[in-house]
DNA sequence: TAGATTGTTAATCGATTAACAATC
DNA sequence: TAGATTGTTAATCGATTAACAATC
């Protein structure tokens, strides 16, 4: 159990949200078949992973969801800890803006970059935008560790190329492409075209969906 | 090999991509191999991917690109065919509108849905806006088969099951909320925050992002 | 105690990887 | 032929699922 998975990581972070909005409808214990239900997941699997936060519960009373939530924080950290900066603001990369800027300091973007001189040293939703040239200095500079690319597909590559050599050390790809990334960075390609055609696939034979994480 | 997973699609759908590029760019065969280190994939598993679709390579030129991308396009199918409605014309919907109205025929989305008055009727990015009150009846006109959802997360669960009641049958789901569908519906999660925190959690630590699919 | 839940171990399942014969 | 690749089978690996003893 040394190593953890993405996976595990995944569904901690969906329990997460669920048990804040437990913990904020005033929820003070629960039991692992519970959380399982409102996540789509399995008792005994939910229990293993809460176990590798270092939190353990209560034959009677299940779970403490404060404690828990303290625990799983604690695990996880936040990614604007590490320091986020999002490459190309076109549509996609304003609406994760708007989307980060409203009340979740957890994924506050500390940079925006983008090679149109129009759109940089604005401050978009309360965030500044810089020209290309700036970024290995800014991401440096702010000790950036994240990077989000919303550029087009040709630019994809080079960006995370550019992110890598300033210091990053996770990316998430929106653009359409598969990107090569050296060992030790991660990578999270969050690939709209082939969900959107695994959608189309299943659909047309009736499969229900992959599991959460 | 009667059971295809939705990993197997996946990669297929990125397979179609590459090699979409590849035959732009004039080449007529490829082998295993190099499409696998297009796409970071192993050679073997890329073979076995394409032997799903029904077709063959050969063992002097390896794959014909011009009969692999028929060979895909008859398996994966279009999800426009299918017909794509979308929920929730907020920043991100919009986004999404934008990035399949661009030259992008095989993700065009047929119909979109709002439950603010001021967003309904008009024309996005050459796509109708309709009532939240129309949805059932729009969906079942036009054969709707697909459903993206782009609300806040307090709308989320029940549009999923407005969307299920009207016909549809595959959904994409940009809330961060897990969504409970029936058997028989196949369903998707696009989960921003939850990828993101994926990458904060190894970016801190220092591991390679997972396989492609 | 009795009963339901937790934590742990074993069994199952599926996908990936490796090995190799068949092919051009 | 010789050499590299394809298609197929077996081995490995990891995650999920099931079973059960320990716990409150």
Redesign the pocket.
Known sequence: MN?I????VG?LSVYRRVLDQMLADGLQF??????AGACG????????D??VTG?????????NVRDLLASIESFLGSPSDLGIALVGIGNLGRALMAYCSVRRPRMHIAAAFDSDPEKVSRVTHGCRCYPMEKLEETCRRNGILIGIITTPVSAAQSVADALVAAGVRGLMNFAPVPLRTPPGVYLEEMDVTMSLEKVAYFARRGKSGP?I?
Request: glycine share 10%.
């Open positions: 190593v998975s993405d996976k595990v569904r629960i039991y692992s078949h519970q959380l997941a399995m008792a005994a699997q939910v229990r293993r809460l176990m939190c353990s519960g209560n034959a009677r009373r299940g779970y599991e994480g």
